[in-house]
């Protein structure tokens, strides 16, 4: 991802080999019809596997586990190698084990991300401003823009209900130009959002899209997972309402697209 290249690097390179019988085990599996036995064997799977890597990750919860089991269709192996690059990741990158608003304070002032209300499958609702972003200008800006987004998503996912492990998103692009273009930036996100908190995303519906916005697009889309791909929709603006309330009751959704909810800045949340 340019200037994220090394750092995909270093979180490979932490990386114990094991061979893929070690993680996926032998027999027995497919013996098993029903898909819930399915998940919960190759969950347990996963759970011994990762532990024989690094004790410190009995502490992980099976929620979080199955998550990224999910995200690699139930492969062990993959979803092994996807945790460890997690747990590398997170040491490096957050060695406080969170964010804290002073260190993200250029993009807090453009006040871009919202939440407000659950949608019909109670999943909180965000909103996201595109317009309102610009790129870093500092050293170490995309960093910075990387801790925004796990700042975003930690709050996020402290909103959730019991049950709940999935969002739902609007992301409009109103008023997007090129002084808004980041593609680095937008690749951090990405990165973070599938590689570090998989299978959060519920659906992200895209709205108020501008032509000139799909040159970006074209960029970022080759770097979108499959699985992250089938949750993004584009809306035109005739059906913008009519689109938003298949998900979204009109009493949970915000005000700004005709429903009765306002929403509350992301770090006011």
């Not at 593609?183 to 973070?192: D, K, N, P, S, T």
């Given at each position: 991802m340019m200037e994220n290249e090394a750092e995909e690097e270093q979180l490979s390179s932490g990386i114990v080999n094991e061979s893929n019988s070690n993680c996926n085990g032998g027999g027995g599996v497919g013996d098993i019809n029903d898909d819930v036995q399915v998940e919960q064997q190759k969950l347990s799977l996963l759970r011994?596997?990762?532990?024989?890597r690094d004790p410190s990750c009995k502490g992980a919860d099976d929620l979080m586990l199955r998550r990224f089991l999910r995200a690699r269709d139930l492969d062990v192996e993959k979803a092994a190698k996807m945790f460890m690059k997690y747990l590398d990741w997170r040491r490096t990158f957050l060695p406080k084990g969170f964010v804290s608003e002073a260190e993200i304070q250029y993009d807090i002032a453009h006040n871009k991300l919202f939440v407000g209300g659950i949608d019909k499958q109670g999943r909180p609702i965000i909103a996201v401003f595109a317009g309102r972003h610009f790129q870093n200008p500092k050293p170490g800006g995309v960093d910075e823009f990387k801790r925004y987004v796990v700042y975003t998503l930690d709050k996020i996912c402290s909103r959730m209900p019991p049950g709940q492990e999935k969002f739902i998103a609007i992301a409009d692009i109103q008023g997007w130009g090129y002084s808004n273009s980041d593609?680095?930036?937008?690749?951090?996100?990405?990165?973070?959002l599938q590689d570090c908190y998989p299978e959060r995303l519920g659906k992200m519906i895209m709205v108020h899209v501008p032509r000139i916005f799909m040159t970006a697009w074209k960029i970022i889309s080759p770097f979108i997972d499959s699985n992250t791909r089938r949750k993004i929709v584009f809306v035109e603006n005739k059906n913008l309402k009519s689109t938003l309330l298949e998900d979204i009751d009109e009493s949970q959704l915000p005000d700004v697209y005709g429903g009765k909810i306002t929403l509350v800045p992301i770090q006011d949340a």
């Open positions: 011994t596997c990762l532990e024989s593609i680095r930036g937008y690749l951090g996100a990405l990165f973070v």
